[in-house]
């Protein structure tokens, strides 16, 4: 079992930035992918980011690349998710997942899931 808890989401002006954060507990953090999913209200969920448990490669949705920046911190079992220049279109319940030993970014490959946190950017 893993445990995903994230925190850092809030209510913002467009422009502004916020960083979340998701602490992992239970199994090896190590073999883990690590990814970032949004939801906006009436919408399917969708990849934001991914940060693969070999190599730390990072993947990023088209919609976030430059304004967005994942990263990390195994010795902390931790990641973040550093979001610049946010827009309105980027308000969702943004959650955190863990893949055992995957690089791939569709839902179905993380098992491991946090309850999300509401990030609301104001125009």
């Known amino acids: 079992q893993v445990q995903l808890v994230e925190s850092g989401g809030g209510l913002v002006q467009a422009g502004d930035s916020l960083r979340l954060s998701c602490a992992a507990s239970?199994?090896?953090?190590?073999?883990?992918?690590m990814g970032w999913f949004r939801r906006a209200p009436g919408k399917e969920r969708e990849f934001v980011a991914r940060?693969?448990?070999?190599?730390?490669?990072?993947l990023y949705a088209d919609s976030v690349k430059g304004r967005f920046t994942m990263s990390r911190d195994n010795d902390k079992n931790t990641v973040y998710l550093q979001m610049n220049s946010l827009k309105p279109e980027d308000t969702a319940v943004y959650y955190c997942?863990?893949?055992?030993?995957?690089?791939?970014?569709?839902?179905?490959?993380?098992?491991?899931w946090g309850q999300g946190t509401q990030v609301t950017v104001s125009s």
């Open positions: 997942a863990a893949g055992y030993r995957t690089v791939q970014v569709v839902p179905a490959r993380y098992g491991y």
């Open positions: 239970g199994r090896t953090f190590r073999d883990y992918s």
């Open positions: 940060i693969s448990w070999i190599g730390g490669t990072i």
